[in-house]
Structure formats: C-alpha cells, structure tokens
Nanobody, 120 residues
Framework: QVQLVESGGGLVQPGGSLRLSCAAS????????MGWYRQDPGKQRELVAF???????NYADSVKGRFTISGNNAKNTVYLQMNSLKPEDTAVYYC??????????????WGQGTQVSVSS
C-alpha cells in the first residue's frame, strides 16, 4: 500500500500565497508522476498541475503563471506553490500519485485532501 499525506492548506486573502506539500510513503518501487487536483462541492474533480519523475510539468489554464509544481524525487514529495490566489481557487485540493509497484504495474493513489479557502 501507498500513503499520500498532504499539508499546507488554510485560509488566505485574495492575492495571497500558500504552499501545499504531499509526501508519499509505503510500497513504492518508483513514482511515475505526482499531481494536484481540486474539487468544489457539486463539481467534478479537476486537474490543477502534475509533474513527472523526469520533471515534465503540466498546468490547468486557470492557474498558469500563478501556481508552480515541483518535486523532490529523493523524498517522494511534491509541492504546489500557489501565488496570487483568487476566491475561485477555493476548493479541497487532493494529491495524486501514479506509482510503479514491484510487479511493474502502475497504480493511482490519492491523499485525503486539504482545504484551501481564499476569502477576504
């Protein structure tokens, strides 16, 4: 089993910044990619950003230029630096890890989610 533990959410004013962290542990042979998704009540979960083990990144158009995803392969950790936050960024943010097991098969794992609220 693989566990993903997120931290760093909270309440911030519009224009402020937050940094989310997600650490993976457990039966990890190798991490293929890690990413952040977010979900508002009543809406579908959407991709925010992801990063591959090789460092390739991808962002949702709504966060380009404001959010930066980075990773530490040695620590199996991914970070999301969120700047210039807007009220519409308010959501529960989930970390997702795509991990190779010992058999070589890929598996997806999710964290428990962390609340990000942007409000004055």
């Amino acid at each position: 089993q693989v566990q993903l533990v997120e931290s760093g959410g909270g309440l911030v004013q519009p224009g402020g910044s937050l940094r989310l962290s997600c650490a993976a542990s457990g039966s990890i042979f190798s991490i293929a990619s890690m990413g952040w998704y977010r979900q508002d009540p009543g809406k579908q979960r959407e991709l925010v950003a992801f990063i591959t083990r090789g460092g390739t990144t991808n962002y949702a158009d709504s966060v380009k230029g404001r959010f930066t995803i980075s990773g530490n392969n040695a620590k199996n950790t991914v970070y999301l630096q969120m700047n210039s936050l807007k009220p519409e960024d308010t959501a529960v943010y989930y970390c997702k890890g795509t991990v190779y097991g010992s058999s070589g098969a890929l598996h997806d794992y999710w964290g428990q989610g962390t609340q990000v609220s942007v409000s004055s």
